[in-house]
């Protein structure tokens, strides 16, 4: 039978990835974790990574671990990035949060086009991006517009709908390769394209899509990208995000944050701001070192894995958690949040109820399952093809047909926690 557990057990003997589940922290065996797109989980060289870079470097090499490797961080650890993402030398860096690398590109995106007065966006895209987005509107004195493409069904959104939003007074279209919410995958090289005939540029947040869905930035003539590390990139929590920016835009364009690590030549300490040649110059100020070095241990094992293999599994999982949905959720009064068809879906599936918050909340307090919940009905397995198994998606779903079943939600409130 395809819906039991020895099937599931079936497919992970055949899981060629499946030795790198040993290489992450598994503090409890039993946990379900099924978060692996919102919180990476803990590798153990990163533990040994972490604890000569406070013990040896910052213990011992006091303030020469500057020329020992932490000032080059932001370029060295970009270049690995970039290796997951399609991207030649000298264009991604390791730096900032995910939202002020978003700063810094629309503003530096919209100088390119100061004739044009609309940004393009989507329903789906979070709320963060969005957010930003709207600020750099008003710092620009409010003369931009921000469309949004929507999602009529909710969880996708139709490329002619998004393409009616795309015109001449276009200056950048940015959007979720991967949306937050229902995983929706959008074709990065074809929305691309047709943002540059209309003379639009394009930023892309790869927050949801690095590591696990293949990406070829260089290839399909991207102009900016950022991303986050804590996720798929297993990074730690609140780990530096990086940013792209395309080697032929580079000239052309200025940060908005004049900061010395962007500057020129910082250590001659002059007082006026010249910017640095090519990426550096989106760098703002010093670094969080301990963070930034705790990206690179799962950056060498995510490249070693390849981004093929790692969409491979992904679409397994994904297609697997759905079959699971369909035999024993669907019956359950769940309703699936998430496209059906893989090429339009990145690596997590949400499944919706009517009592979706309460039933995590039993997931997690009751059954020992740690999934996330997106309002207003969303739970959302995040797949993570290093360290998710088939055996996890099999139990992560039983569970939630046991918590509806066996009522284990009505014990909970429907009142939000701080963080869902
Ligand atoms: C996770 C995520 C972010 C997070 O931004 P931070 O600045 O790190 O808080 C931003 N955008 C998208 C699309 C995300 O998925």
Known sequence: MRADLDYARQLDAHDDLAAYRDAFAHADDELIYMDGNSLGRLPHATIERLRAAVEQEWGGDLIRGWNHGWYEAPRRIGAKI??????????????????????????????LRPERRAIVSDTLNFPSDLYVAQGCIELLGGRHELRLAPAADGTTV???????????????????HVAFKSGFLYDMAAVTARAHAAGALVLWDLSHSAGVVPIELDAWGVDFAVGCCYKYLNGGPGAPAYLYVRQELQKAVRSPIWGWFGQQAPFAFGLDYQPAAGIDRFLSGTPPMLSLLAIEPALDMLLEAGVERMRRKSVQLTDY???????????????????RSADQRGS??????????????????ALNVLPDFREPDNIRLGLAPLTTSFADVWRAVERLRRAVAERHYERFPAERLAVT
């Open 82 to 111: 970039a290796g997951l993402l399609g991207a030649g030398a000298g264009q991604v860096l390791a730096c900032d949060s995910t939202s002020v690398n978003l700063f810094k590109l629309i503003l530096a995106a919209l100088a």
């Open 158 to 176: 139709d490329p002619a709908a998004l393409y009616e939003a795309i015109d001449q007074q276009t200056a950048l279209v940015t959007l979720s």
């Open 348 to 365: 997590h599936v949400s499944v919706r109820h009517p009592e979706g918050y309460r039933i995590n909340r039993a997931l997690i307090e």
């Open 321 to 339: 958690a759905i079959e699971l949905f369909d035999a024993v959720l669907a019956p359950a009064g769940y309703t699936l949040g998430t496209p």
